[in-house]
């Protein structure tokens, strides 16, 4: 079982609606990450959390430490939201920050 | 302030080569990591570089090793190319190697083994 699990691994929504990914980790942590990945492959930081929550723009990211379970919200979804979505997180045993990947969850947004 | 910076962008490479894939940090960062991402996957930790010493190291043979240099600025060689090394290659760099400091991406290297 892989240490970060991701799902959906596809989700395809209408513009306007709202979206939700979800995360859960098996390893005690210290940060998690959420990542965007447009077609073409590079990546953009949307948050790291460590606890809480946090909101930039239409995008909402939640962590649970004690269920080990993260969400990414977007909130009035557009067609330029449609990307790869990637959670990551930095595990308490690694040293350094090294970053443990889930699968990512490719969003489709139709106009 | 440029991000990170990765050359080449893309590259085509045979069977049984080396390659040599670089990558220039955020200023002001001192830490880079390598990933490998094939295609469909996510991201896989290759090894990081701290104070131009390895600190850290994922499941990747020999074959790869790397490199940092004075300025922070970090180069990946990998040794006889094999069909499954064909990937994105993507740098990350961060201000030190502590867990709670925020790791920024380079646009990738996107490397093509025949």
Same mark, same amino acid.
Not at chain 1, 16 to 38: D, K, M, P, R
Not at chain 2, 62 to 82: I, T
């Given at each position: 079982?892989? +240490?970060? +699990? ?19 980790? =098996?390893?005690?942590? %210290? ?13 953009? =930081?949307?948050?790291?959390? =460590? =606890? ?14 004690? +269920?080990?379970? %993260? ?10 939201? %449609? ?29 | 302030?440029?991000? !990170?910076? $990765? /050359? *080449? ?5 045979? @069977?049984?080569? $080396? ?12 830490? !880079? /990591? ?8 996510? *991201? ?6 701290? &104070? &131009?010493?390895? @600190? $850290? @190291?994922?499941?990747? *043979?020999? @074959?790869? /090793? ?8 970090? &180069? ?17 760099? /961060? ?6 400091? &925020?790791?920024?991406?380079? *646009?990738?290297?996107?490397?093509? !083994?025949?």
């Amino acid at each position: 079982k892989n +240490e970060v +699990e991701q799902s959906p691994q596809n989700l395809t929504a209408q513009e306007g609606e709202f979206i939700t990914i979800n995360c859960s980790y =098996s390893v005690g942590i %210290s940060a998690l990450h959420w990542l965007q990945q447009h077609p073409g492959g590079g990546i953009v =930081s949307l948050f790291m959390l =460590s =606890s809480g929550k946090k909101k930039h723009g239409r995008l909402i990211a939640t962590i649970n430490i004690q +269920e080990k379970h %993260s969400s990414l919200h977007i909130t009035a979804s557009h067609p330029r939201d %449609s990307a790869v979505y990637i959670c990551a997180v930095v595990s308490f045993k690694a040293a350094g920050n090294k970053l443990t990947f889930g699968g990512g969850t490719r969003v489709l947004v139709k106009p | 302030d440029a991000g !990170v910076t $990765q /050359s *080449p962008t893309h590259l085509i490479k045979t @069977r049984g080569q $080396q390659v040599t894939l670089r990558c220039s940090p955020k200023s002001g960062h001192d830490t !880079v /990591s390598w990933y490998q991402q094939a295609l469909g996957q996510g *991201p896989q930790f290759i090894f990081q570089y701290y &104070e &131009e010493e390895e @600190r $850290q @190291r994922g499941n990747f *043979p020999d @074959r790869f /090793s790397g490199h940092q240099f004075p300025n922070y600025s970090s &180069e990946l060689n990998v040794n006889a190319l094999l069909l499954g090394d064909s990937a994105l290659y993507l740098c990350a760099s /961060s201000l030190a190697a502590g867990g709670l400091y &925020e790791q920024y991406f380079g *646009p990738g290297t996107r490397l093509t !083994v025949t």
